[in-house]
């Protein structure tokens, strides 16, 4: 038996302190040695409790809308135009502040090209034409109609985490490292089920999806995946979809690049080739070292990072802390992430928090005992395909970087960074973005 207070007694299953993921399964806290830095120190003089002011009161009066407390106000998605600036508009989540794996609706991240249009659901309609036996035109009442599918799936754009081509590390949060990407409930209509009624002309290949606001974002998306798993989406964590995530109507294509998923989609025509259009032969077609460049890059990489303890916090004492954090795949479910304390050299599984869904966020955490010295945290992940998030070695080969850091961590200068994400802890605690 480990003795309570006797955290030495316990193995580590990695350098620098990391302990077995078992240990919280078994509710361990105790065990990991949290019994002498967490329960001891501030659960020691226990007296009878006052009576607060909130407690004596009447409280406030119940709305039609329910509110977060004013004590979280803090919690909140950062903007790349906090002036209001009319541009292209990116508004991150604050992965660093949440927990669980659901994005609530008004901290889902945006990408505008040209701000949010207000549209009237009663007059907005979905055009679908082209190589169709039957062209037809949807009202929103129509497409309610439909039978409907709910699934849970992370979008992200493909230029999240694009400081982390800079070949000097970017000292800023992961909410601005990393804010690009949310993960949701989302329910609407199957595409396939829309396509099967309009008939699709047995040569064509690809569609062409096009938003109704002003920037007039147009796609081509093979088919294939069109009649895959392609949603209409109606409804974001079981409410209408907010003016920002494409109200009315937005197309969902589970774990591909974020620009293809349009919002605000009034027409899909069925073609035999890919359009080229601005959005996907210049916007987002990542360059390579060779000069050469994507043609297209469709599925969002199988990719983790921690978000606790992560850069801008502080580990105020040594001892037990759970280090958690989130894993995802464009490609499949996740089956296994690892995590080091020791920059690499030394790996431990994480528990995965199930059950895990295809294309969704998954959960991971760890129990680590900090024992006050310097260390470097980082994650891995691995999806059921077999694919593995690549080191940043093997990532800089294949990819490159930017030779100047990125100092506007907003800047686009590549895309699709799926490689690992290092915090380096110093001795007293404090917390930097590093390259192991
Ligand atoms: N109509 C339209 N659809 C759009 C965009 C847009 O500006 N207009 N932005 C795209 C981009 S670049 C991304 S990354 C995703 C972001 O989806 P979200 O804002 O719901 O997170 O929407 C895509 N769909
Ligand atoms: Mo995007």
Redesign the pocket.
Not at 257 to 265: A, L, S
């Given at each position: 038996m480990t003795k309570k207070n006797d955290i030495t007694a316990l193995d580590e299953v990695a350098g620098n302190g990391l302990l077995s993921r078992r240990l919280l399964l078994r509710g361990g806290v105790a065990m990991a040695g949290a019994a002498s830095t967490l329960v001891a120190t501030h659960g020691a003089s226990a007296e009878p409790l006052k009576e607060p002011e909130w407690s004596r009161y009447q409280g406030t009066t119940v709305e039609a809308m329910g509110r977060r407390t004013k004590h979280e106000k803090d919690t909140a998605r950062i903007l790349t135009n906090p002036k209001g600036e009319p541009r292209?508009q990116h508004?991150r989540t604050p992965h660093h502040l949440l927990n669980g794996q659901i994005t609530p609706n008004h901290l889902?991240?945006?990408?505008?090209?040209?701000g949010i249009p207000d549209i009237d659901p009663e007059q907005h309609k979905l055009v679908i034409h082209g190589m169709v036996k039957q062209p037809i035109v949807l009202s929103m009442d129509r497409l309610m109609r439909y039978p409907m599918v709910t699934r849970q799936t992370f979008?992200?754009?493909?230029?999240?985490s694009a400081a982390l081509f800079s070949n000097e590390p970017v000292q800023a949060n992961l909410q601005s490292l990393h804010g690009?990407v949310?993960n949701a409930e989302w329910t609407g209509v199957p595409l396939s089920a829309v396509l099967d009624e309009v008939g699709i002309d047995p040569k064509a290949k690809w569609m062409l999806v096009?938003?109704?606001?002003t920037?007039?974002?147009t796609r081509s998306v093979p088919l294939k995946k069109a009649l895959d798993d392609a949603i209409l989406v109606l409804f974001q964590n079981g409410e209408r979809l907010?003016a920002?995530?494409?109200y009315p109507v937005?197309l969902l294509l589970p774990g591909w690049?974020?620009?293809?998923?349009?919002?605000?989609?009034r027409r899909i025509k069925i073609v035999d080739q890919p359009a080229l259009t601005y959005?996907e032969a210049r916007n987002?077609s990542p360059l390579l070292p060779d000069a050469k460049a994507y043609r297209f890059f469709f599925v969002n990489e199988v990719k983790s990072f921690i978000t606790h303890p992560s850069f801008g916090m502080k580990l105020n004492e040594p001892g037990y802390y759970e280090i958690s954090g989130i894993a995802y795949s464009g490609a499949g479910r996740i089956e296994r992430v690892q995590v080091t304390a020791d920059g690499g050299r030394t790996w431990a599984d994480a528990a995965v928090q199930g059950p895990t869904m295809h294309k969704a966020f998954t959960r991971f955490t760890i129990p680590w005992r900090w024992n006050g010295q310097p260390a470097v945290l980082s994650s891995r992940a691995v999806d059921d395909g077999g694919n593995i998030q690549p080191t940043r070695d093997e990532f800089v080969r294949e990819r490159g970087v930017t030779q100047k850091p990125v100092t506007n961590p907003f800047g686009f200068p590549n895309q699709h960074y799926n490689s690992l994400t290092s915090w380096g802890i110093n001795a007293k605690g404090e917390i930097s973005h590093v390259y192991a």
């Open positions: 292209t508004a889902h991240f945006t990408i505008l090209h040209n979008i992200e754009c493909g230029g999240n690009l949310s096009e938003g109704a606001d920037a007039a974002i907010m920002e995530q494409g937005r690049e974020g620009n293809m998923n349009i919002k605000y989609v959005y987002y």
